[in-house]
């Protein structure tokens, strides 16, 4: 099972950027990452993912044209670039990986989670 580090969260004005990395400790080629947040009194949501072979999925509307998923396998790091934050993106994000390397937006398809990153975005 890979353990996954997250990094890159902290405060930002509204329509600032933050790249979130997803640092795994071993091999995760074949696994799908996918990155999902929680707001505080909300469910976890899948925001975006990208299987092994590179495909980009989102899950969350409002962060089309936003937030771009990208993975290097020969370094085991994923990022999560977010442009033209919004208060509403505010929110705990974690990165998980799914061993079948295919995507999906419900975490309970993921198996390997990391600690979460906290995003913020307020003026």
């Known amino acids: 099972q890979l353990l996954l580090v997250e990094s890159g969260g902290g405060l930002v004005q509204p329509g600032g950027s933050l790249r979130l990395s997803c640092a795994a400790s071993?091999?995760?080629?074949?696994?799908?990452i996918g990155w999902f947040r929680q707001a505080p009194g909300k469910e976890r949501e899948g925001v975006s993912c990208?299987?092994?072979?590179?495909?980009?999925?989102k899950y969350v509307d409002s962060v089309s044209g936003r937030f771009t998923v990208s993975r290097d396998n020969a370094n085991n790091t994923a990022w999560l670039q977010m442009d033209s934050l919004k208060p509403d993106d505010t929110g705990i994000y974690y990165c998980a990986a799914r061993p079948n390397g295919y995507c999906s937006g419900y975490a309970v398809d993921f198996r390997s989670w990391g600690q979460g990153t906290q995003v913020t975005v307020s003026s």
């Open positions: 990208i299987t092994r072979a590179g495909e980009r999925l």
């Open positions: 071993g091999f995760f080629g074949y696994y799908a």
